[in-house]
């Protein structure tokens, strides 16, 4: 079955990994910036990574028939040097255009500082200015409440955002519904050792009828499996869920948020 890993570090992965996600079935990965695994010292640190995600990773993708896409900002571990990051904040309009960038992201808070959001802010102001899509990261789990509350009412006090345009991403069982019922989309990682299991993932996929909600392996430098999709798929048919119902998480929901973006096509 075709899936889509909506969330995924490429540039941190190995050609074997594309490899193997196209055997799995993987058409389309998309890669927000992130961290680098490392404090980069200076904007031209970033101008290089968005040339590498916005040019180099599509064509490394595209040799195993996969679509790339990505998104664009400077990660939150990294927003406490405000000068820092208004100045990487003043590249994106040179990237904002390549033709697989699909929005902002991700974007959001990992201490829940004053500095993380004021940042958040700004990129919330580019995103409006520019009219893309925004995926949020939320922090780990001590201060992952705090800081999602934190992220909604900044989304919210922005009169351009639309709910329906913004994917929270890492949600657990004590966010999902705070994400959900205010409109917003949610996104579920799967980690062989923290955020969430295939088993948990499937639960609230159950609670909450699997509506406006994706799963990812947000695959990086640390711990994580890019396989890690199919696996829960694999696991979701042994729950009892139908082939239509796993295609409509794995498939049709990260197409119909994704697509929202006039960039987003898998064909051709």
Not at 77 to 87: F, G, N, V, W
Not at 178 to 191: C, E, H, K, R, S
Not at 214 to 238: F, H, I, Y
């Amino acid at each position: 079955m075709k899936y889509i890993e909506p969330h995924g570090h490429m540039v941190s992965r190995t050609t074997d990994d594309y490899q193997r996600m196209a055997l799995a079935g993987c058409v389309a990965i998309c890669e927000p910036a992130f961290w680098a695994g490392f404090d980069r010292a200076s904007a031209q640190g970033f101008y290089d990574y968005f040339r590498q995600i916005t040019e180099y990773e599509p064509k490394r993708a595209a040799k195993f028939g996969i679509k790339h896409f990505s998104w664009l900002c400077i990660n939150p571990k990294e927003s406490e040097d405000l000068q820092l990051a208004d100045d990487v904040l003043a590249l994106i309009p040179e990237f904002i255009n390549k033709p697989n960038v699909l929005g902002i992201g991700e974007i959001g808070l990992n201490k829940n500082s004053r500095n993380e959001l004021m940042i958040l802010e700004k990129h919330i102001q580019i995103a409006a200015d520019y009219d893309q899509l925004i995926l949020v990261h939320t922090p780990h789990l001590e201060d992952k409440l705090k800081g999602t509350r934190l992220i909604l009412d900044a989304l919210k006090n922005h009169s351009q955002i639309k709910p329906e345009r913004v994917i929270i991403d890492h949600v657990e069982e004590h966010t999902i519904d705070l994400v959900l019922d205010q409109g917003f989309w949610a996104g579920m990682t799967l980690y062989p050792q923290s955020k969430c299991s295939p088993h948990r993932a499937i639960d609230m996929l159950e609670q909450r009828r699997a509506e406006r909600i994706w799963m990812n392996s947000a695959c990086d430098w640390g711990v994580s499996d890019p396989l890690a999709v199919p696996k829960t798929m694999l696991e979701m048919r042994q729950r009892g869920w139908s082939e239509s119902g796993v295609q409509r998480v794995v498939l049709e929901n990260p197409m119909a948020f994704m697509g929202q973006s006039p960039k987003f096509h898998l064909a051709g």
